[in-house]
């Protein structure tokens, strides 16, 4: 694996890649690397010749500061797993090298409202943030494809849109959410959990896999407040929201909703998880 701390130096190797006809796949992190993510590298391993993965924890789109100072850095453990993963090229950027006016004068992107609601209300510019340095990251590396993870669902449905706003061939493959055993997702927050609050944290899944099996039975509103009431009943949660929602989109449901999504965020001993999951739509509106 060759690393990169220039996008100068970083294009050039893509580019001379590209020129002997490499398909390339684009994997990108904050770092902090766990299962989940090294599943997306996995998969970008499988479908092309060029895997370039970027760590480079983005200032922009923290709202908290104290966030943005706490969030764990571990690059050479980070290069070690991509290593063993087959990484091919890393990015490792200084922020300078990826706002060099600063992040103010970089791009900035609206997503018709889609940026303040769930995680976007409780982070108010986090996606406007996100969505900048990924239009970056997109310009430097140009791919065939890039790998997000199911587990952060609303940022999904951000850069598809981002995409389309940007005009780019690239293809979004999502992959799907990697689980610890007792079924809580992956996170690199998890390490901030009490041992015995992970284990209770495991319950999140499983709240999900119950309102599923509720939407057979219930109107989607009685089947929300079920779920909220089940996760705000387990000890030091706080459920921020459930909402069940059309998954190509995240709004409300639809006559021709084909597919649904359930998401949440609970607070667990202070630490705010996401989770979700997706299902074709059988209900009635
Ligand atoms: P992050 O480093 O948190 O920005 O995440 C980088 C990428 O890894 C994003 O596309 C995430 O959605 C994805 N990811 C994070 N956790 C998981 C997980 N448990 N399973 C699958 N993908 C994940």
Do not use: W
């Not at 007792?182 to 709240?207: F, H, T, V």
């Amino acid at each position: 694996m060759q690393t990169f701390k220039t996008r100068t130096s970083l294009s050039a190797a893509i580019n001379s890649h590209k020129r002997s006809g490499s398909t390339v796949g684009f994997v990108p992190t904050m770092g902090a690397l766990h299962d989940g993510h090294i599943s997306l590298l996995q998969q970008a391993k499988k479908e092309n010749t060029l895997v370039v993965c970027s760590i480079f924890v983005n200032p922009s789109q923290f709202t908290n500061q104290q966030d943005l100072q706490r969030y764990p850095r571990t690059l050479e453990a980070d290069m070690l797993k991509l290593e063993e993963a087959g990484c091919d090229l890393l990015y490792a950027p200084e922020e300078r090298d990826v706002y060099p006016e600063g992040s103010e004068k970089a791009p900035k992107f609206e997503f018709g409202g889609l940026e303040d609601k769930l995680e976007g209300a409780a982070r108010p510019g986090h996606f406007a943030g996100v969505a900048q340095v990924v239009s970056i990251f997109l310009d430097i590396v140009r791919p065939d494809k890039l790998y997000l993870g199911q587990k952060d669902y609303q940022q999904v449905i951000i850069l598809s849109k981002l995409l389309q706003y940007l005009q780019l061939n690239t293809e979004i493959i999502v992959c799907p959410i990697v689980r610890e055993v007792n079924g809580l997702a992956m996170s690199s927050r998890n390490e901030r959990l009490s041992p015995e609050g992970r284990q209770r944290a495991g319950s999140i899944y499983r709240s999900l896999q119950y309102a599923l099996s509720l939407l057979d039975i219930l109107p989607v509103e009685e089947v929300e407040t079920c779920c909220y009431n089940a996760l705000n009943s387990f000890e030091n949660f706080e459920a921020d929201y459930v909402e069940v929602l059309d998954a190509k989109n995240l709004e409300e449901i639809q006559e021709n909703t084909d597919r649904i999504v359930i998401v949440t965020a609970v607070i667990v001993d202070g630490v705010r998880l996401l989770d979700n999951i997706t299902a074709e739509r059988k209900m009635q509106l």
